[in-house]
């Protein structure tokens, strides 16, 4: 699952999933703190966790920037764009343990709490994370689209010709979506051995051309899916939504939300094949 809906707003699951899990340790930390030693010292053990987390999201980012720092380089202020869903979580786990690791040295009463509030909130966030997370050995899912042009019907796996694919699910009407659409047009023009499949939810072939047509976009590949079953069916409830299969079928990534440049790059880089 890559989403969830809060009425008519939809949410990246994974950044829900952890929020839940530092929230559920801080208050763990703060209880067994307070029966360990007094009032006071819960609260500080409550905000040390919190602490603890901003900490390993920082080196999860830094991590992950360090990682992909050529594809960076090129848009150094994607750098600070969040959206784009870039972490490396070892590096976060790590530094926010060692910054617990640090505090139990000066305040020994509270080193049980932190022990067991981190470790309820990693075991928490670790199977949420799992029990949500799509099979890699799945196969696409079998939804019927039609291609823009000439209406013909055809699979997502026939569509995708045993090529490494990169699948948007994208609308007119979704800002987001119209904010991305240039940088995956420009990755489809250069990428020879990757293919961009730009899946239309629940729009008419008129509304589609009208819209391509308006803002200059020459895609390839445009397919309708007019009952908009292929969200639901890989686990999103919103706009826009990327997937990345390689050229097995199997879903390597994904991504809900705006994509920027260099995001994407490091995503390609998993299913592009070898040299």
Known sequence: ???????????????????????AASLLA?????????????EVAGNTVIHAALLGLLAARLAYLALNADAYLASPWAAFDLRDGGWFAPAGLIAGLGWLAWRSQRRPPLRR???????????????????????????MPSVQLAELESAQSLSLSEAARGRPVVVNL????????RVEMPVLAAAQQRESAVGFLFINQGESPAAVKAFLRQQGLSLREVLLDSRSTLGPAVGSRGLPTTLFYDAQGRQVDAHFGIINAAALESRLRQIRPSP
């Open 170 to 177: 994208w609308a007119s009407w979704c800002g987001p979506c």
């Open 1 to 23: 699952m890559l989403s969830i809906s809060l009425g008519p707003v939809a949410l990246p699951l994974a950044p829900a999933l952890l929020l839940c899990a530092v929230w």
């Open 113 to 139: 709490p932190w022990l067991v509030s981190s470790g309820a909130g990693i075991a928490l966030w670790l199977l949420a994370s799992v029990a949500t997370a799509p099979s890699g050995s799945a196969p």
């Open 30 to 42: 703060r209880r067994l703190a307070r029966k360990a030693a007094g009032e006071s010292l819960g």
